[in-house]
């Protein structure tokens, strides 16, 4: 192997025993011993990219190594145009998300030195499956810390509006995925209107992560100030990198501490990122929200419609059942009265019959007494002298007078308790503005029978009245 002493000193020389080398000579030997160690021989490396940038079709990265912030080592990455053709073709739509800042890459390479642009890395592959691997090594470790945590389900025992019209969008407007979303809840079958607010946030990237965490904590502040029913994550398809921002467990993390559901749609109906775990509810893709939504406001009011029909049917039957039976309190309210009226007058009817014909045969007794009194006198008068006879005469007059007297105070007593029997009865009695109050059939005769609201029944002269007890009076005290 060559070393430095073995090159040739250059002419100038200061003192007897020290020799000095141009500059050129010295990169010249460090690029010959390079050579001879390393040859054309592939490394295989792992790093991150800090940089990058295209000139022409070659392909410049600046690769570095930290650990705890500290910076181990750094190198000059280059992609010459024939093999960054053949590296894009091989990562397909990965290209842009492998080669960006941020993002650690393992690569195989051959190292170079050049005399002026110093040591560097000619990048010949990418070993995307390493990346992968890395990638579901991490995706293991972050889901099992949230197991660990109690973080998944926590979102998702949150309840859930059944009609979700209040939500926050968090997306990168102008996306595909933004844009369907927006579209496919406006445009919906049923004509429902949602009330959206917009959080504008990158979903790729080195800053999407901080930044859909900051849009979510902006969430939750909307929420605590006014009524939100769902917070709605999307991020349209992409390669499996792509998707990786929605695997840190710092966003995560923050999606199942939220108080509100977090509804989210990432990627393919194949793709499936942490996020979608810890959500209370992870749809396929963004256009799959906006299905979700519109479908539960309409689960919501076919619910209705159903309780409406049967409510409706059951009021239908009630109002059926309690016609029949308003019917046929109706036709007893209405003829019971009258039966006892009718009753009562035949009561009555009865009685003034019976004072008639008791006092008929009181009158006809006390004629046949008198009859066989007048007959005695009348034998007894042949036999007194004239005298006597003539004051028998004057007696039997006055008895005759009395008689009559006595019959014709009878006749107008009788007369009178008939007219006074017949107006007692219940019509003459509502004639003159009187009126019988009843509940359940029965007469009231006391305002202690009540109580408040009962349904009681007055009864007129000309129809009845139906009421309810609003208030009673109390009973006046005897003075």
Not at 263 to 290: F, M, N, R, S, Y
Request: proline share 3%; glycine share 10%.
């Amino acid at each position: 192997m060559t070393s430095i002493n073995e090159i040739s000193p250059a002419s100038v020389s200061v003192g007897s025993e020290r020799k000095v080398f141009p500059l050129s000579k010295v990169t010249r030997a460090v690029g010959v011993m390079l050579e001879k160690q390393a040859g054309s021989k592939l490394i295989w490396v792992r790093a991150e990219i800090s940089q990058r940038s295209f000139k022409g079709n070659n392909a410049y990265l600046d690769l570095v190594e930290e650990r705890d912030g500290d910076k181990l080592a750094q190198l000059r990455g280059t992609i010459w145009g024939g093999t960054l053709d053949a590296i894009r073709k091989t990562l397909g739509n990965e290209f842009d998300e492998v080669l960006k800042p941020g993002q650690e890459i393992v690569f195989s390479a051959r190292m170079a030195f050049h005399a002026v642009y110093g040591f560097s890395l000619n990048i010949q592959s990418i070993d995307l499956a390493a990346m992968l691997g890395e990638m579901e090594r991490r995706r293991k470790a972050t889901l099992e810390a949230l197991r660990k945590e109690g973080a998944i389900g926590r979102n998702g025992r949150l309840p859930l509006a059944s009609v979700p019209q209040r939500i926050v969008l968090i997306g990168s407007k102008g996306t595909a995925g933004y844009t369907d979303f927006l579209a496919h809840l406006d445009k919906n079958a049923w004509g429902y209107r949602v009330d959206i607010g917009i959080i504008d946030a990158s979903v790729q990237g080195l800053q999407a992560t901080t930044g859909l965490v900051r849009a979510l904590h902006q969430a939750g502040r909307v929420a605590m100030k006014s009524g939100l029913d769902a917070v709605v994550m999307l991020r349209g398809g992409g390669a499996k990198l792509d998707l990786d921002a929605f695997n840190d467990l710092t966003l995560c993390r923050t999606v199942a501490a939220m108080d509100i559901p977090v509804i989210v749609g990432v990627g393919h109906e194949t793709d499936q990122t942490l996020v979608d775990v810890v959500a209370h509810t992870a749809c396929k893709t963004p256009t799959a929200v906006a299905d979700f939504i519109v479908e539960r406001m309409s689960e919501f009011e076919g619910a209705v419609s159903r309780e409406g029909r049967a409510v409706a049917a059951e009021s239908r039957a009630q109002l059926s059942e309690n016609r029949g039976w308003l019917g046929q309190f109706a036709t007893l309210v209405r003829e019971r009265p009258i039966a006892q009226v009718r009753g009562e007058r035949g009561q009555l009817h009865s009685g003034a019959n019976a004072v008639v014909r008791r006092t008929r045969t009181l009158l006809s007794e006390q004629l046949s007494l008198i009859g066989q009194f007048t007959s005695r006198l009348s034998s007894v008068a042949l036999d007194m002298p004239s005298v006597q006879k003539e004051a028998l005469v004057e007696v039997q007059d006055r008895i005759h007078r009395e008689v009559a007297r006595q019959l014709k105070q009878h006749e107008e007593r009788v007369g009178s308790l008939k007219n006074t029997l017949s107006l007692l009865g219940p019509a003459p009695t509502l004639r003159r503005g009187f009126s019988i109050t009843r509940k359940g059939g029965s007469a009231v005769r006391c305002a202690d029978d009540l109580e408040k609201g009962d349904l009681i029944e007055t009864q007129l002269a000309q129809g009845t009245i139906q009421s309810r007890v609003e208030s009673i009076s109390p009973k006046p005290t005897d003075t």
